[in-house]
C-alpha cells in the first residue's frame, strides 16, 4: 500500500496564481485533513472531511476551498495565491479505531509551496 | 487554537542519554498521542494512551499520563542519533462536532548527538 500520498511536492507560485493540491489515500479511511505547517506555528487544521461528498473547515480555512468527490481523494485549492499562504502542507487521513475509540492520523510526505 | 502545548521547544543531548518532552492541554480528553516527524516528512504516529490508564510503554519509549494535570511526557530512553525529529503531542476530544479531530502541540525539537 502506498498509504497517503501528495502531489505535487513543491511548487512555486506568484501572487493570484491559483492551484491544486492532490491528496490521495489507499487505505480504505473515512476521515481526511489538510493542515498546513509553519516554523513555530506547530500543525494548523486548514479544512477536514468525515466522508466521501462532506467538508468542514478547521483553524485557518481562508484563502482555501476543498473537495471530496470520491472517498481516496481529498483536494484542496487556492483561488487566488498570497505570499501568506507560502507554507508546507500536508495530507492526513484516519479512520474510528474501535478498541481505542481514536483516530490515529497516518501523514503523506508534504507539498512545500513557495508564493512570491 | 491549538490544545496541546509541548515543552521544552528544543532538547539537545548525548546519545545514550534519556529524552523527557511535556506536553500540556487545556480541556478533557478521551486519549493522547504522540507524533514523530523527522525533518521534510509528514509525521508518523507513536503511542497512544487512553485517558484511563497512566502510563504505557512502547520499546523505548514511555508515556505517561495525568488528567488531574492535564499533561502528559514522553520519554524516550537510551537516546539515538536517529532519534534526532521532533516530537507532537495530540488530543482529541469529546465525540460529535470535532469527530475525528486531533489538536496538536508546536512541537519538541530533538536532537542527539552522537
Known amino acids: 500500500n502506498a498509504g497517503v500520498t501528495q502531489t505535487p511536492k513543491f511548487r512555486v507560485l506568484k501572487t493570484g496564481q491559483s492551484m491544486t493540491l492532490l491528496c490521495a489515500q489507499d487505505?480504505?479511511?473515512?476521515?481526511m485533513y489538510w493542515y498546513r505547517q509553519d516554523p513555530g506555528m506547530g500543525l494548523r487544521l486548514i479544512h477536514y472531511?468525515?466522508?466521501?461528498?462532506?467538508?468542514a473547515k478547521g483553524e485557518v480555512p481562508d484563502g482555501y476551498n476543498v473537495s471530496r468527490l470520491k472517498k481516496q481523494n481529498f483536494l484542496l485549492g487556492l483561488e487566488s495565491a498570497a505570499p501568506s499562504q507560502t507554507s508546507v502542507y500536508f495530507c492526513?487521513?484516519?479512520?474510528?479505531?474501535?478498541?481505542?475509540?481514536?483516530?490515529?492520523?497516518?501523514f503523506g510526505p508534504g507539498t512545500r509551496l513557495t508564493v512570491t | 487554537s491549538q490544545q496541546g502545548e509541548e515543552d521544552p521547544q528544543a532538547l539537545s543531548i548525548q546519545e545514550g542519554e534519556n529524552a523527557t518532552m511535556n506536553c500540556s492541554y487545556k480541556?478533557?480528553?478521551?486519549?493522547l498521542q504522540w507524533y514523530r516527524q523527522n525533518s521534510g516528512r509528514g509525521l508518523v504516529h507513536l503511542i497512544l494512551?487512553?485517558?484511563?490508564?497512566r502510563e504505557k510503554h512502547s520499546g523505548r519509549l514511555r508515556v505517561t499520563l495525568d488528567t488531574s494535570k492535564k499533561s502528559s511526557s514522553l520519554l524516550i530512553t537510551a537516546s539515538r542519533a536517529a532519534d534526532t525529529a521532533s516530537y507532537f503531542c495530540?488530543?482529541?476530544?469529546?465525540?460529535?462536532?470535532?469527530?475525528?479531530?486531533?489538536?496538536f502541540g508546536r512541537g519538541t525539537q530533538l536532537t542527539v548527538w552522537p
Open positions: 472531511s468525515v466522508g466521501e461528498g462532506t467538508t
Open positions: 494512551i487512553r485517558s484511563n490508564e
Open positions: 480541556t478533557s480528553i478521551n486519549n
Open positions: 495530540a488530543t482529541d476530544a469529546s465525540r460529535g462536532s470535532t469527530l475525528g479531530r486531533l489538536y
Open positions: 487505505m480504505n479511511h473515512e476521515y
Open positions: 492526513a487521513s484516519s479512520y474510528w479505531d474501535i478498541r481505542y475509540d481514536s483516530y490515529e492520523q497516518y
